[in-house]
C-alpha cells in the first residue's frame, strides 16, 4: 500500500509537471523574444528622434551619436530621402532578428541582432524553469514520503493490532494517530478486543464450570452405582452395571470433548525457528528498554525449533517482558534452554521479584504487583498452554518466569550445543552467545 500511494503521488506530480513546466517552458521562451523584439523597437524610437532633430537643424547624421543606441553586436540601417544609405556595426552573418521603424516624412530604420546573443537568454529562462520543476519533484518527493509514512504506518499498525485481535490477543492500546478516521478504527479495535474478551472469558468459564459439575456429579453418581454392585439380586446388579458402563461412556465424551477443544486451539501451531521469533520481539521492544536506560539481552541457539504459534509465541514472551520492563530492574535476560522434547525459554531481571503472598495466584485474572489490569499474565499463559506449552514462575525473587514450549521435530543441534551450555552466562566483557558454540547473539544492548 505504502508503494501504491508514493507511486499515485508522484504520478501527480509528474502530470503536474508536464501540464504546467511544458507550456511555461514555451512562454519563457517567447518572452525573451518579445522582450528583445521590445528593446530594439525602443532603440529604434529613439535613433529616430534623434535623426529627425538632426535633420531639422539642417545638418547631416552624425553616426558617433547613433552608435551609442545601437546594441553592441548590432546593425543599423538608415534609409533617408536624399540621403545615401548609410550603416552602423558591422555585417551581421547567420540569423538575424530585426525590427523595422518608418519615419516621419519618410525613411526607414532597421536594426538586427545575432539570433545567438537572444539564443542565450532564452536557454537561461529555460533554466529557470528545469530548476522550478525539479524543486517541485523533490518537494513532491518529500512530502509524498512523508504522507506515505503517515497513512501507511498507522495502517500496518492497525492491521497488526487486528490480527493480534484474530489471534487471541484482547490487550487494549492507548495509540493514537491524529487522523479521525483512523482513531475510530483503533477505537472500535479497542472496544471489540474488551468485548471479545469478556465474551470469551464467559464461556470459557461456563465450560469450565460446567465441565468440573459434570465430573463431580459423574463421580458421585459412580461411587453409588458402585454401592449397588454389591446387591444381591442379579437383575440389579446387571442394571447397576449396565449404568456404570453409561456413566463411564459419559467421562469418555466429556474428556474427547475438552481434547477436542484443545488441538483446536492449536491447530495453528507450526515449527518456529526461535531465534527469529526472539528477534522479533527484541526489535519491538528495544528502543522501549533504550529509552529507559535499561538493557535487552537475547540469547538463543540459532537452530532452536519448537512447535508453537508464531504470534501468540510473540505476544507471551511480549507480556513477560512488559512486567520486566514497568514492574522489574536492571537488565532484563531472555534465555533459552533447549532440551529433548521440551525447549525453555527463561525471561528474569534484576528487580525484586514477586512477593510471597502473590507467588500462587500470580496468573490469576484480576491479580497484580502494582497498578494494572492483572490480566497479561493470564493471558500469557492462555496463549502458551493453547500450544501445548506451559508458563510458570521458577523463581519469585529475583523473578525468573519459565516459558516451556515442545521442541520442533526438525530441531538439529549444531556441535559442541549442550543442553546445559545453552543458559549459562559468559564473563563480563564477553559476548553473551559466545559461550556456545552455534549460538548466535540476537540482541544485546
Known amino acids: 500500500m505504502r508503494r501504491r500511494i508514493l507511486t499515485s503521488i508522484l504520478l501527480v506530480i509528474a502530470a503536474t509537471v508536464l501540464t504546467l513546466g511544458v507550456p511555461l517552458s514555451i512562454v519563457s521562451w517567447r518572452l525573451v523574444d518579445d522582450l528583445m523584439h521590445q528593446d530594439l523597437a525602443g532603440a529604434l524610437e529613439r535613433i529616430s528622434a534623434s535623426l529627425i532633430a538632426q535633420v531639422a537643424e539642417g545638418g547631416e547624421p552624425h553616426l558617433n551619436r547613433l552608435a ?3 546594441p553592441a553586436d548590432g546593425r543599423l540601417v538608415i534609409q533617408m530621402p536624399g540621403h545615401i ?3 552602423v556595426g558591422e555585417r551581421i552573418t547567420g540569423e538575424v532578428i530585426s525590427e523595422q521603424l518608418v519615419m516621419k516624412g519618410g525613411g526607414s530604420l532597421t536594426l538586427s541582432v545575432p539570433t545567438d546573443s537572444v539564443r542565450g537568454e532564452q536557454l537561461e529562462a529555460l533554466a529557470l524553469v528545469g530548476l522550478a520543476v525539479l524543486l517541485s519533484v523533490v518537494v513532491g518527493a518529500v512530502i509524498a514520503i512523508i504522507t506515505t509514512r503517515r497513512l501507511a504506518t498507522p495502517l500496518t499498525d492497525v492491521a497488526r493490532r487486528a490480527a493480534r485481535l484474530g489471534s487471541g490477543d484482547f490487550r487494549t492500546s492507548s495509540r493514537r494517530y491524529d487522523i479521525a478516521e483512523l482513531d475510530r478504527v483503533a477505537e472500535v479495535l479497542d472496544s471489540s478486543a474488551t468485548d471479545i474478551a469478556a465474551l470469551i472469558r464467559r464461556e470459557r468459564d461456563l465450560a469450565s464450570d460446567i ?6 456429579r459423574l463421580t458421585g453418581l459412580r461411587l453409588r452405582l458402585e454401592e ?5 439380586d442379579e437383575a440389579v446388579v446387571s442394571e447397576v452395571q449396565a ?3 453409561q456413566t463411564d461412556r459419559l467421562v469418555t465424551v466429556v474428556d474427547d470433548l475438552l481434547a477436542n477443544a484443545r488441538s483446536r486451539r492449536a491447530a495453528g501451531a507450526t515449527e518456529l525457528r526461535l531465534a527469529d521469533e526472539l528477534a522479533e520481539v527484541r ?3 528495544l528502543p522501549a528498554f533504550e529509552a529507559a536506560g535499561r538493557g535487552l539481552v537475547v540469547r538463543c541457539p540459532r537452530r532452536t525449533v519448537v512447535h508453537a504459534t508464531a504470534v501468540r509465541l510473540r505476544e507471551a514472551i511480549g507480556v513477560l517482558v512488559d512486567n520486566a520492563l514497568h514492574h522489574g530492574a536492571g537488565v532484563v535476560r531472555i534465555m533459552v534452554r533447549p532440551g529433548p522434547s521440551m525447549v525453555v525459554v527463561e525471561v528474569s531481571d534484576e ?3 514477586v512477593a510471597d503472598a502473590l507467588v500462587g495466584h500470580i496468573f490469576a485474572r484480576g491479580v497484580s504487583t502494582a497498578a494494572s489490569t492483572g490480566i497479561g499474565l493470564g493471558l500469557a499463559r492462555a496463549f502458551i498452554e ?3 506449552g506451559r508458563l510458570e514462575l521458577r523463581r519469585a525473587r529475583p523473578p525468573v518466569f519459565g516459558v516451556f514450549l515442545v521442541a520442533g521435530g526438525g530441531r538439529e543441534m549444531p556441535a559442541g550445543e549442550s543442553d546445559s551450555g545453552a543458559g549459562t552466562e559468559a564473563s563480563d566483557g564477553d559476548d553473551v552467545a559466545g559461550a556456545v558454540d552455534g549460538a548466535t547473539r540476537t540482541a544485546v544492548t
Open 243 to 245: 449404568a456404570l458402563d
Open 351 to 353: 528487580g525484586t521479584g
Open 386 to 388: 493453547a500450544d501445548g
Open 68 to 70: 551609442l543606441a545601437v
Open 283 to 285: 526489535a519491538e521492544w
Open 228 to 232: 449397588l454392585s454389591a446387591h444381591p
Open 211 to 216: 465441565s468440573h459439575q459434570l465430573r463431580t
Open 85 to 87: 544609405p548609410q550603416t
